[in-house]
């Protein structure tokens, strides 16, 4: 127990619970999206399931790393001597997902106003949404075991720094949902991030290496942070226009 509260074991919390709250944005803004298209009186439950299933298959999944990282590089199959393991068969399905929803969002977005209201006001169902969420979820909970992996020694601080995380991004969710709903400039952003995050993850999934060495990641929340804070200033001088 000594070993948990060693000053190199409580930094290694520290910047693990911002690392995986870092990672963890794309996640609430897919949930956002999703839970604002299902009824009101059911987003409480389907964010409360979120939170509770995304615990419960990090912590799983970080009970399994050694077992998981022996997998990297073992092929599951080949297809013209292009191997595939388990990661890259993941993030490959999952960033095909993910971009299938997010442009599918856009289209819906920026149709005609009668295949609008046929389309967006149709809450989707309950478990469909869920269906949904969880997908993404395992997917993005790859990124968050192999994150604490290579910040963390110690099972019992990786545990700690997830759980506090998912936490924190279920407490601001709600806020993160209701902003984007408000504002439909910033959903039209968060959803082609989306479809950026969806693209990395298929190069990812397809030659990891290069992935990593191209840090594409970085770029993209580089991208969007300064979009997002030019949005905010044109929402600023909105506001002043109106005054």
């Known amino acids: 127990m000594e070993h948990l509260l060693t000053t190199e074991s409580l930094i290694s919390f520290l910047i693990l619970v911002v690392l995986e709250i870092v990672l963890g944005i794309d996640n609430v803004i897919f949930v956002s999206i999703i839970l604002n298209r299902i009824s009101k009186n059911l987003q409480k439950k389907a964010r409360i399931m979120w939170i509770i ?13 050694q ?31 993910l971009m299938y929803k997010s442009v ?15 389309q967006n006001n149709k809450p989707l169902s309950f478990t469909n949404a869920i269906f949904q969420i969880m ?6 909970s790859f990124d968050s075991i192999i994150t604490a992996g290579g910040t963390a020694k110690h099972i019992e601080i990786m545990i700690a720094a997830v759980v506090i995380a998912m936490v924190i991004m279920f407490i601001f969710s709600t806020n993160i949902a209701n902003f984007i709903q408000q504002h439909p400039t910033i959903k039209m952003l968060a959803l082609s991030f989306l479809v950026m995050i969806g ?34 200033l044109n929402m600023r001088m ?6």
């Open 104 to 118: 599918k969002e856009i289209h819906h977005k920026v149709e005609g106003e009668e295949d609008a209201t046929k």
């Open 53 to 65: 299933a995304g615990i419960i298959f990090r912590c799983s999944l970080l009970l399994a790393l």
């Open 67 to 97: 077992w998981l990282l022996d997998q990297k590089g073992k092929a599951i199959f080949t297809i013209y001597e292009k191997p595939f393991d388990l990661a890259s068969l993941v993030m490959l399905a999952g960033g095909l997902f």
């Open 135 to 140: 997908i993404i979820d395992i997917v993005f």
């Open 199 to 232: 693209l990395s993850l298929i190069i990812e999934g397809w030659n990891p290496v290069a992935a990593h060495d191209l840090h594409l990641k970085n770029y993209i929340y580089f991208a969007m942070a300064f979009s997002f804070a030019v949005e905010l």
């Open 238 to 243: 909105r506001k002043k226009v109106k005054l």
